[in-house]
């Protein structure tokens, strides 16, 4: 699943061709994805002015002046095309810019999600009210956290995917921020120091920064809007490395915790 730095990416590539144009065409190619697309997506879409481009944990936010924002999620493999030599079966959003530029919304499972909300009420928006701060701004600290998982049993690796407390945090980037941190991930998050904590916030955001710069991670068929495939798989300390050499020297260990698979040194990582 496309995680945070894919969403960002994808993001930053459609702001290069979209942002400030008019949109000239939409065309619809089937009736959902992983449900339905908004019943007046082409009209309220075509000639609206794009103000600009964002993005809510693990959704992309396209701004227009219609005070109305199209918010898409990329599910399992979805991911943006721009100009496209042809359009292709799964291809199942196409938008044009009277800039002449194509953009194809590509969803060969269709677990992804296209959403028509008021830009003025996006915040309340039920999948966005209960989010909690995003990883790479001010309301994510030391704090935050330590109020967050006060009296919790929960291992901190479990608490930091509940999108409630930090938004948009993915199994890859939380396996390697609490190895940056050098942080147990079986660990009671209640029972983690302030001073550790401390440690984890600039260790997430450098772990998703650098993910950002090197084009995210390529899992299976993700890819940039313009095709490029991102490459920070090549600087994974501990996810899928069960058994490699940890940057301490230590051994790289995979568990499963919560249904997902966790990878962790368990020399460092104590």
Known sequence: MPELPE????????????????????AVHRTDLRRAFPPGLVQTMTGARVTGLGRRAKYGLIHTDRDVTMVFHLGMSGRWRIDPGQ?????????ETEGGHVLALNDARRFGSVDLVDTATLEQWPQFAALGPEPLGPGLSAAHLAQAFTGRIAAIKLLLLD?????GLGNIYVCEALNR????????????????????????????????AAGGS????????DGALGYFAKDWR??????DRCP???????????????????????
């Not at 359009?87 to 938008?95: A, R, S």
């Not at 999108?163 to 938004?167: E, F, L």
């Not at 501990?238 to 058994?243: N, T």
């Open 248 to 270: 301490c020297g230590g051994t790289v260990e995979r568990i499963v915790q919560g249904g997902r698979s966790t990878f962790f040194c368990a020399r460092c990582q104590t």
């Open 238 to 243: 501990v996810y899928g490395r069960e058994g």
């Open 218 to 225: 390529t899992l299976r068929d993700y890819a940039q809007p």
């Open 7 to 26: 969403v960002e990416t994808t993001v930053r590539g459609l702001a290069t061709v979209l942002d400030g144009q008019r949109i000239a065409r939409v």
């Open 87 to 95: 359009i292709g079966k799964h291809d199942h959003l196409v938008i």
């Open 181 to 212: 941190a050098r942080i147990d991930p079986r660990k009671a998050a209640g029972m983690i120091s302030r001073a550790a904590l401390g440690k984890l916030v600039p260790a997430i955001r450098t772990v998703l920064e650098e993910a950002i």
């Open 163 to 167: 999108q409630r407390i930090v938004a």
